[in-house]
């Protein structure tokens, strides 16, 4: 083996097939089972896209009424799951909160060593369900405030934000929080969808793929960016610091987050889409701070003039393009998310992508076990 063969980050490897989605960087497009993720977050709900990417096709009435049903009776939260966030320290990183939940909620699980299709379906919705109340928890007890019971006259997105701020929220916000929701969910073989088929293809079962994804999508460099396009927004401030702030980043050689892809290298298809409901969410003035505090109504405008002008900086001075976290992470700021929740709520979205791809993996798995070149010390004993 050369170095020349050794693929690193395997860049450019295509490592299996999916049928789940495509992301095309030629034509700048995402498929979701073939359908373009701009017509489904212009029209369908998360519920319906979610059931698109577990089944391939879009839901019946009926099946939607169903699956619906059995959402909105799984959203509150075991005692021993509280129990556990509770045992966490409230200055944790919300990733590592919801990792842990989502953890006791394989423990709970009556069908968790049960990797059946079928069993996986059903542990897919619960996780599905599931999964905003523990964000929503950890939020409010951070900011000291009791937990809020889900709502089940209420969709998947206005429930969520419900039980986050503990007040209905305004279309405008549930429109964009949606929107969200559909772009995220699915993204072909990312670093923690990756993780979580290499945990799959050792017959481990669907929790302990989706709690390793958890910790994959944590880092910076892969979800963990939406929350750091915020920490980059405050550091720099206002519109008018941007240039200076770049030029002075781009120095010490830091990775300008919310920008760059792995695969994308023209543009984020999903970004156009997202950037247009922040925008729209600004323009309807029904954003807040932080936790649902009051927040002066130049705030919207301003964030919206910095995106821009750190965008259009980072174009001049390196022609990268922003990602889908970049739009996402100020967006999620003007609902009255906490900048550590941002990931988290990446998670509530992508688990169904990371379900839906463990339950692919399964339809024809191999072990994913690839080999390595060894560098270190030739052969040697010890002495004696
Ligand atoms: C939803 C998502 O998960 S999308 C990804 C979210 N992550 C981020 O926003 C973090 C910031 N971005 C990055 O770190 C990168 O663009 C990644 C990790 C996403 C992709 O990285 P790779 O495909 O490995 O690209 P790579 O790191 O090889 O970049 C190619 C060149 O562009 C530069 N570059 C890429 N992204 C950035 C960035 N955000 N800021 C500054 N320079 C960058 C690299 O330094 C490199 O330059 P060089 O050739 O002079 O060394
Ligand atoms: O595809 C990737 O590498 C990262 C990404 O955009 C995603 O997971 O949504």
Same mark, same amino acid.
């Given at each position: 083996?050369?170095?020349?063969?050794?693929?690193?980050?395997?860049?450019?490897?295509?490592?299996?097939?999916?049928?789940?989605?495509?992301?095309?960087?030629?034509?700048?497009?995402?498929?979701?089972?073939?359908?373009?993720?701009?017509?489904?977050?212009?029209?369908?709900?998360?519920?319906?896209?979610?059931?698109?990417?577990?089944?391939?096709?879009?839901?019946?009435?009926?099946?939607?009424?169903?699956?619906?049903?059995?959402?909105?009776?799984?959203?509150?939260?075991?005692?021993?799951?509280?129990? $556990?966030?509770?045992? &966490?320290? @409230?200055?944790?990183?919300?990733?590592?909160? %919801?990792?842990? #939940?989502?953890?006791? !909620?394989?423990?709970?699980?009556?069908?968790?060593?049960?990797?059946?299709?079928?069993?996986?379906?059903?542990?897919?919705?619960?996780?599905?369900?599931?999964?905003?109340?523990?964000?929503?928890?950890?939020?409010?007890?951070?900011?000291?405030?009791?937990?809020?019971?889900?709502?089940?006259?209420?969709?998947?997105?206005?429930?969520?934000?419900?039980?986050?701020?503990?007040?209905?929220?305004?279309?405008?916000?549930?429109?964009?929080?949606?929107?969200?929701?559909?772009?995220?969910?699915?993204?072909?073989?990312?670093?923690?969808?990756?993780? $979580?088929?290499?945990? &799959?293809? @050792?017959?481990?079962?669907?929790?302990?793929? %989706?709690?390793? #994804?958890?910790?994959? !999508?944590?880092?910076?460099?892969?979800?963990?960016?939406?929350?750091?396009?915020?920490?980059?927004?405050?550091?720099?401030?206002?519109?008018?610091?941007?240039?200076?702030?770049?030029?002075?980043?781009?120095?010490?050689?830091?990775?300008?987050?919310?920008?760059?892809?792995?695969?994308?290298?023209?543009?984020?298809?999903?970004?156009?889409?997202?950037?247009?409901?922040?925008?729209?969410?600004?323009?309807?003035?029904?954003?807040?701070?932080?936790?649902?505090?009051?927040?002066?109504?130049?705030?919207?405008?301003?964030?919206?003039?910095?995106?821009?002008?750190?965008?259009?900086?980072?174009?001049?001075?390196?022609?990268?393009?922003?990602?889908?976290?970049?739009?996402?992470?100020?967006?999620?700021?003007?609902?009255?998310?906490?900048?550590?929740?941002?990931?988290?709520?990446?998670?509530?979205?992508?688990?169904?992508?990371?379900?839906?791809?463990?339950?692919?993996?399964?339809?024809?798995?191999?072990?994913?076990?690839?080999?390595?070149?060894?560098?270190?010390?030739?052969?040697?004993?010890?002495?004696?």
């Amino acid at each position: 083996m050369t170095d020349t063969d050794i693929k690193k980050g395997l860049a450019g490897v295509v490592v299996d097939t999916t049928s789940i989605s495509k992301v095309n960087p030629e034509t700048n497009s995402l498929l979701y089972r073939g359908y373009p993720v701009q017509e489904l977050a212009a029209s369908l709900s998360y519920e319906q896209v979610a059931w698109l990417i577990w089944h391939g096709e879009l839901p019946t009435e009926a099946e939607l009424a169903e699956f619906t049903a059995r959402e909105r009776a799984g959203r509150a939260l075991a005692d021993n799951v509280k129990a $556990a966030i509770d045992l &966490t320290p @409230t200055s944790s990183h919300p990733m590592d909160v %919801v990792r842990t #939940a989502v953890s006791v !909620l394989g423990a709970n699980d009556p069908q968790t060593d049960d990797s059946s299709r079928e069993a996986n379906l059903a542990k897919s919705e619960r996780l599905f369900a599931a999964i905003p109340a523990i964000v929503a928890y950890d939020q409010r007890r951070r900011h000291g405030l009791d937990v809020v019971a889900p709502r089940d006259d209420l969709d998947y997105s206005r429930n969520f934000l419900w039980m986050t701020f503990g007040d209905e929220p305004s279309d405008a916000a549930a429109e964009v929080f949606r929107v969200s929701m559909v772009l995220y969910a699915e993204h072909s073989f990312n670093a923690s969808t990756f993780t $979580a088929r290499v945990v &799959t293809s @050792t017959l481990a079962d669907l929790h302990s793929a %989706v709690v390793a #994804a958890i910790g994959a !999508l944590k880092g910076p460099l892969h979800g963990g960016a939406n929350e750091a396009v915020m920490d980059v927004f405050d550091e720099i401030g206002s519109a008018d610091g941007a240039e200076a702030w770049l030029d002075a980043a781009l120095a010490e050689k830091r990775k300008i987050m919310g920008f760059g892809h792995r695969v994308y290298k023209n543009g984020d298809s999903r970004v156009p889409t997202m950037q247009a409901a922040f925008e729209k969410l600004v323009e309807s003035g029904e954003f807040r701070g932080v936790g649902g505090a009051e927040v002066s109504a130049g705030r919207g405008p301003d964030l919206v003039a910095l995106y821009h002008r750190l965008a259009d900086a980072m174009e001049a001075k390196k022609s990268i393009k922003p990602n889908l976290d970049y739009p996402s992470g100020p967006a999620y700021h003007l609902l009255g998310f906490d900048t550590k929740t941002f990931t988290p709520l990446f998670v509530a979205s992508r688990v169904v992508g990371w379900t839906a791809h463990v339950m692919e993996q399964l339809e024809a798995n191999a072990l994913i076990r690839p080999l390595s070149e060894y560098v270190g010390p030739d052969e040697r004993h010890l002495q004696n």
